[in-house]
């Protein structure tokens, strides 16, 4: 099983930023094919917004430019540095760890609220 923490939500004026950690623990660290953030505002579907695999970021289109996903290894976390942050960009954020078996971890979730 593995444990996702995540913590750094909060509320920003837009232009702002925010970094977000999410701290995986759990026996099968090892077997991480990809992790990464996505983002669910209300009454719409949660969406990627960043991940690694193979040690390859990728991003959602609009997220491009003003977010940074980085993993340090030694320290089983994973960040997402969200800058020129946008009201759009509200939603709860979630990690998400995707094993070799295809099993998705997620974290509990947490809140980014962008005023304008």
């Known amino acids: 099983q593995v444990q996702l923490a995540e913590s750094g939500g909060g509320v920003v004026q837009a232009g702002g930023s925010l970094r977000l950690s999410c701290a995986a623990s759990?026996?099968?660290?090892?077997?991480?094919?990809?992790i990464g953030w996505y983002r669910q505002a209300p009454g719409e579907q949660r969406e990627l917004v960043a991940r690694?695999?193979?040690?390859?970021?990728t991003y959602t289109d609009s997220v491009k430019g003003r977010f940074t996903i980085s993993r340090d290894i030694p320290k089983n976390t994973v960040y997402l540095q969200m800058n020129s942050l946008k009201p759009e960009d509200t939603a709860v954020y979630y990690c998400?760890?995707?094993?070799?078996?295809?099993?998705?971890?997620w974290g509990q979730g947490t809140q980014v609220t962008v005023s304008s």
């Open positions: 998400n760890l995707n094993d070799w078996g295809g099993h998705d971890y």
């Open positions: 690694i695999r193979r040690d390859i970021p």
């Open positions: 759990g026996s099968t660290l090892f077997r991480i094919n990809a």
